[in-house]
């Protein structure tokens, strides 16, 4: 058994946990799943909790019979000889600031959102850019295997060229990966290249050139773990996330999902979960925070 506990989360992330767990009470959700559905839903809180705090305990072989898991700032799981504790974490309690109230959250939320004062033309023209988003057969960067890299090159505000590869695996597709991103089993077998071949022309297409990306250090650490498996220099690149730079740009957004932050910007993604797909919707985000002052990729 599976018992997860929530507060203050979005709505969104609720609904998405009543597909696989019983709320049996407000915030406390409980069910019985497989260990890689639960490792995958806490993935899911973990990127979609925005400024709330979970916990999660579940069956495990150890002297307790069970094993958690928290977002909590003010705790920290620690293991004592094979058993898990809960430790306090004592904090320093800061000096309360001043405009605490919901107006000024409220004033500060709108002046956050008033673009900067930059050239507009002089910033897209300023900045080109790699942005890259990958599929995978699951999110264990240490079990599973990087299915497909998309990646779109912008430059003066247009885009300029892009790429993607299929990438074969040893094994078939789980049944829930090919319904997700429409990749098949079949379809890796017939177009896909090796691993070692898809990094090596990854690398040759970036060059040195910044990378974006929507949570972005999800693809880095893939790419990354792919380039050592294959005995490969890994990149050196800038990597640049755009998901905390739209936590603080957008402060009330019930979801930092990347659908909902495309809605929100009114760029339409027609193929969600297709790499390149992805990665042209991100490349559009980046433009946008870009002309909103919001995104500098340019040094100097």
């Not at 900045?127 to 890299?149: H, N, P, S, Y």
């Not at 603080?248 to 993604?269: H, P, Q």
């Amino acid at each position: 058994m599976i018992v997860i506990t929530l507060t203050k989360v979005p709505p969104s992330l609720r609904g998405d946990l009543t597909k696989w767990y019983q709320e049996v009470q407000t915030g406390v959700y409980v069910g019985n799943v497989s260990a890689r559905i639960r490792d995958k839903v806490w993935a899911r809180i973990q990127r979609d909790i925005g400024s709330g705090q979970a916990t999660m305990v579940y069956n495990a072989k150890n002297e307790l019979g069970y094993q958690f898991k928290t977002t909590r700032q003010d705790h920290e799981v620690v293991d004592f000889d094979g058993i898990p504790l809960m430790k306090h974490l004592i904090a320093t309690k800061a000096p309360m600031k001043p405009g605490f109230s919901n107006a000024a959250h409220y004033h500060r939320a709108r002046m956050s959102a008033r673009p900067t004062k930059v050239s507009t033309a002089k910033a897209v023209q300023d900045e080109t850019f790699i942005a890259l988003d990958i599929e995978t057969t699951g999110l264990d960067v240490t079990k599973e295997q990087i299915i497909a890299i998309g990646a779109v090159q912008y430059a003066g505000g247009k885009p300029d060229s892009s790429f993607y590869r299929l990438i074969r695996t040893a094994q078939p597709l789980p049944e829930g990966i090919q319904t997700l991103t429409g990749i098949t089993t079949e379809a890796l077998r017939r177009e896909g290249v090796p691993l070692a071949e898809a990094l090596v022309a990854l690398k040759q297409f970036v060059r040195a050139q910044p990378i974006v990306g929507y949570h972005v250090s999800f693809d880095e650490k893939f790419i990354a773990n792919g380039f050592r498996q294959v005995g490969e220099v890994g990149l050196a690149n800038r990597f640049i996330d755009l998901m905390p730079i739209v936590k603080r740009t957008d402060k009330f957004l019930d979801s930092y999902r990347l659908t909902t932050v495309l809605k929100k910007y009114a760029i339409v993604n027609r193929q969600p979960h297709n790499a390149l797909a992805d990665a042209e919707a991100t490349a559009k985000l980046a433009m946008k925070l870009i002309k909103n002052g919001r995104l500098v990729i340019a040094k100097g």
